[in-house]
C-alpha cells in the first residue's frame, strides 16, 4: 500500500501542474495585455512563458500587477522588459525576451 501511495503522489501533482497549465496561461496573457501589449502577442508569448516559468517565477510576475507600476495606456515594451528585468531573475528576463522575439518574428 505504501508503494502505491508513492507513486499515486507524483502522479497527482503531475496532473495538478497540468491542470493549472491553462490557467497560468490565461493570467499571463491577460497580464501581459494589462500591461500595454497587443492581444496578439500577449496570447503569443503567454504559451512559451507558463510552460517554461516555473510556479515561483509565475508568482514574481504577477506581483507587478499587485504594485500598480505599469500603466496599460502608457507602458511600453522597454517599459514591461525593465519592469520584468528588476524582478533579478535572468531565466524570467530570458524566457520572456526569447517569447517575445519568437512571436514578433512568427518563429
Same mark, same amino acid.
Given at each position: 500500500?505504501?508503494?502505491?501511495?508513492?507513486?499515486?503522489?507524483?502522479?497527482?501533482?503531475?496532473?495538478?501542474?497540468?491542470?493549472?497549465?491553462?490557467?497560468?496561461?490565461?493570467?499571463?496573457? &491577460?497580464? !501581459?495585455?494589462?500591461? *500595454?501589449?497587443? @492581444?496578439?502577442?500577449? %496570447?503569443?508569448?503567454?504559451?512559451? #512563458?507558463?510552460?517554461?516559468?516555473?510556479?515561483?517565477?509565475?508568482?514574481?510576475? &504577477?506581483? !507587478?500587477?499587485?504594485? *500598480?507600476?505599469? @500603466?496599460?495606456?502608457? %507602458?511600453?515594451?522597454?517599459?514591461? #522588459?525593465?519592469?520584468?528585468?528588476?524582478?533579478?531573475?535572468?531565466?524570467?528576463?530570458?524566457?520572456?525576451?526569447?517569447?517575445?522575439?519568437?512571436?514578433?518574428?512568427?518563429?
Amino acid at each position: 500500500m505504501i508503494t502505491s501511495r508513492r507513486l499515486a503522489l507524483p502522479a497527482l501533482a503531475a496532473a495538478l501542474l497540468l491542470a493549472g497549465c491553462g490557467g497560468a496561461e490565461a493570467k499571463l496573457r &491577460n497580464g !501581459l495585455i494589462s500591461a *500595454g501589449l497587443p @492581444d496578439g502577442m500577449a %496570447t503569443c508569448m503567454a504559451r512559451p #512563458m507558463a510552460r517554461d516559468l516555473s510556479v515561483g517565477q509565475l508568482m514574481k510576475l &504577477n506581483s !507587478l500587477s499587485r504594485v *500598480g507600476r505599469l @500603466d496599460p495606456r502608457r %507602458t511600453s515594451y522597454d517599459q514591461l #522588459m525593465h519592469q520584468i528585468r528588476a524582478l533579478n531573475d535572468p531565466e524570467i528576463m530570458r524566457i520572456t525576451a526569447a517569447a517575445a522575439l519568437s512571436c514578433a518574428f512568427g518563429i
